[in-house]
């Protein structure tokens, strides 16, 4: 359509031109960053008239910094509607780049509106930087001098090279908006967004995207790390009388453009990340106190960490290209189920992994693995994330408490008891038969004070002065005495008896329990060296290690690795109640409750848990990084006896950047 330039100048007299607004929203935040100002034209004959088609006619008119001028002084009137700190973008013409006199012109109109040109970012498109780069160049220093920023406008679509990007001070880039509204649909497009919000990074610019209709599009863009964007689904480019109303959409609508959580079997693109983001990335996976590696499709090693290639026995170039299958062939038909359900999608975790020695008659190693899909931005599988602990210390730990586990049931589980009744003149009326096979005398000759017949000679007079201190004053029996047994030896007994009062304060009862304790006795040394044994045990192994009974869970043994990294807040006797003392906080410093250390739920559930991670308080003021692992301990009759815990020191978690 062609308009003579007498109609441009009528157009600018009448006040013809005027701008548009349209939102720029933070895609991390979906806050409102600004506005782009779009030039339109209502012709006082024809309407509307789009700006494709006007723009090319003012240029060659010779018209365009007026048409820039207009636009600025509008915008820049409409301001009191701006919320704070909000900024204008306007388009500049490729012809406007190489006029020297441009800055001061631009200066001049922002200095009569009082319109800080630190709010005013200037759109070039990447034809402007072909003809003179020089020039450009000059034009382009001049802006920056003033306080604007610069934003390459379209990128991907015109001839700009990097030696322009290089060149120029841009502070963004933009993306054009057909890379946009394809990218859900077409991995090449999302390959080229990916690509240009990698090289904004790097260049440490921001990215904008134009034309995003669709929240999926804007979810995408953030997850592959662009900043701004710009479209439809923020809201379409509207009138100054109308930016009232798209402050208010915008922060109205702003929940619905959050993002969706990302797939927790995702990984964020690395094409995406700049590169001194993949370096310290890297440097977090070489430093990682585990063995990693990502397998593409075909199991062929892309990249792994130090610690995998020292567990592989072989350097980290030795692996690339190459299949476990290859590397470590002893193991892998007990590993390869697990790697290819993570490429159908599943992931797999606590795969224990059994791996022979190296060396004739040597021990060989416990490894626990973890195997998880890794999906692009779309959801396809690209390979699996593979992580390998080794875990034969722990492994071996757990043995070894299970060698004195037999041990510390002899000295927590009971013998029969005899019952007894006593009255009120301490005069035995009943008993049990045990009594009778104990000692050969019948019940009848038993009764009454005849048991005591059956009494070692040195015993009988603390044993009666007990029952009749319990007769007056109505305390507990707990005495031992001896009894000749039928083969004619003397054994140790334990009495123990509560009284029942009467109304007045009379003693009308006395009901009791006597226990054969000759054996503990005599294996009384025996347990002791048991329980030495056990402790030394405990102190060998090379992590901390505690003992409680059931069903209370009182702290019977701990080995002076365990008082060390609980910096002694371990007391003999202590309770699951008191286990608080310990102070052992989650990853997010949220203490755990004592119900919720391993060793309660092992003596409370009978669970054995393996390797949960928390943290204990350092001398030094920090957190020490720790494995608790725990095993319920069970009697002849299957009921929980006791726990043990095992607590095992680890390397500290690299703190992310």
Known sequence: MFFPEGDILRAFEEEEFFPHFQPLVE?????????EVLARWNHGKLGSIPPDIFIPVVEKSGLINGLTKTMLEKAFAVSPLLPPNTTLSVNLSPVQLLDSALPTKLEAVASRNNFSLQRVTFEITESALVDDLARAQSVAGDLKALGCRLALDDFGTGYASLKHLQALPFDELKIDKSFVGAMTAARENRKIVAAVVGLGHSLG????????????????????????????LFGRPAPADEIPRLVLAVIKASTAFLPAPVDADSIMGLEALPAQRHAQLQAIYDGAPVGLCFLDRKMRYVSLNCHLAEMNGSP???????????????????????????????????????RPSADAGGDGRTLLGSYRPVRDEAGEVLGVSVAIVDITERKRAEEALRQGEEHYRHMVELNPHTPWVLDADGKVIEASSRWQKTT?????????????????????????RAIQETLR?????????????????WKWMWSRGSAVIGPSGEVLRVYGTVEDIERPKTVEHALERCQAGLQATFDAVPVGMILADAPEGNVAMANQ?????????????QRIADYRRWAATWEDNQPLKPNEYPLA????????????????????????????????IYGHNGEIVAGVMVIEEMADKPTPS
């Open 27 to 35: 895609l991390r935040t979906s806050q409102l960053a600004g506005f």
């Open 205 to 232: 610019v921001l990215t904008v995207a134009e034309g995003v209709e669709t929240k999926e599009q804007a979810n995408m863009l953030l997850w592959l790390g662009c900043d701004l964007g710009q479209g439809w």
């Open 316 to 354: 980290i170039a030795s692996h690339i290209g190459k299949t476990p299958k290859e590397l470590v062939p002893e193991i892998f038909p007990l590993i390869e189920p697990h790697i290819r359900r993570a490429l159908k999608g599943e992931s797999g975790s606590g795969v224990e992994i059994s």
């Open 440 to 464: 050969g005398m019948e019940m009848e000759e038993a009764m009454g004070d005849g048991w005591m017949r059956a009494l070692h000679p040195d015993d009988v007079e603390h044993t009666t």
């Open 473 to 489: 004053t109505g305390k507990p029996i707990d005495i031992e005495y001896r009894v000749k047994s039928l083969d004619g030896s």
């Open 561 to 573: 690795e365990a008082h060390r990294i609980l910096r002694n807040a371990i007391q003999p006797g």
């Open 601 to 632: 739920r092992a003596i409370l559930h009978g669970e054995t848990i393996r390797a949960q991670t928390v943290y204990f308080q350092k001398e030094s003021g920090g957190r020490t990084r720790v494995a608790l692992s725990a095993s319920p």
